[in-house]
């Protein structure tokens, strides 16, 4: 087998509903003034790093589409070839979907809103269908069917993540190429915690920044020789986790 290509992950600049402190999930929101910055300062880091994409995996999103598309330019390739599946997409949120998380933290108090936020096997409530915010007529998924889901924990997101991961990026990997993959603080949440074997317990306690490209090393099993991987901010990041690990509050 020849080398194993570089790995780089990137969530999603900040959003407009981050900033408005919403549950998203598959709401299909665009990218904040400061998110497309943020998008845009990762195409730098990259560039600056010589860390050149040669191929992108994103989510069906327009939030990680436009991320990418900014990070890209930002480091002239903009013209590399995309793969976008809903496999990739933010956890589904269930009917906390457009629910306010200082509200939602008041209302259910601490412990219930970190287990739906953070527990890696309680979803949240499903969402009723044909309501303001759920997915049922969105064309995008109609080939899903019944199988489109309603709610889902972080198991539910490995499970479905899973098998794109093998069958669509780590072949990619496999031709020694440097592959981007633009999707959401969950989804990476569910790869990272693949990649390096985090605990159920324990990816509790994980959060990605938005916009901050994160690096990894694999060796010919796909295990990252940078455990964790590598940020090409460290410091941003740090920052910026704590913010995440703060929401609500
Ligand atoms: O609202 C969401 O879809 C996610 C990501 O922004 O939020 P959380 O970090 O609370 O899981």
């Not at 970190?114 to 499903?126: A, F, I, K, N």
Request: with cysteine; hydrophobic share 35%; aromatic share 6%.
């Amino acid at each position: 087998m020849g080398a194993v290509g570089t790995l780089v992950l990137i969530r999603h600049g900040e959003s407009v509903w981050n900033a408005e402190n919403l549950f998203t999930g598959w709401v299909d929101v665009p990218l904040s003034e400061k998110g497309e910055a943020e998008a845009r300062r990762g195409g730098e880091l990259l560039r600056d790093a010589g860390l050149l994409p040669e191929i992108l995996h994103t989510s069906l999103l327009r939030r990680a589409i436009s991320t990418a598309n900014l990070a890209l330019d930002g480091c002239d390739r903009h013209w590399i070839p995309v793969r976008r599946d809903w496999r990739l997409n933010e956890r589904h949120y269930g009917a906390l979907q457009g629910k306010n998380k200082k509200q939602t933290l008041e209302e259910y108090g601490e412990e219930q809103f970190m287990l739906w936020r953070r527990s890696y096997d309680t979803p949240p409530p499903e969402i009723e269908l044909g309501t303001e915010f759920s997915q049922d007529s969105d064309p995008r998924y109609a080939d899903l069917g019944a199988d489109a889901p309603r709610t889902e924990c972080l198991k539910d997101v490995v499970a479905r993540l899973l098998p794109y991961w093998e069958s669509a990026i780590v072949p990619d990997l496999r031709t020694g190429r440097t592959v981007l993959v633009a999707a959401h603080g969950n989804s990476l949440r569910a790869l990272v915690k693949h990649l390096d074997g985090v605990s159920d317990d324990a990816i509790a306690g994980l959060n990605i920044p938005t916009g901050i490209p994160l690096r990894y090393d694999l060796d010919e099993q796909l295990k990252p020789t940078n455990p964790g991987g590598t940020y090409l901010d460290p410091a941003a990041a740090a920052d910026a986790i704590k913010a995440v690990a703060n929401q609500g509050r």
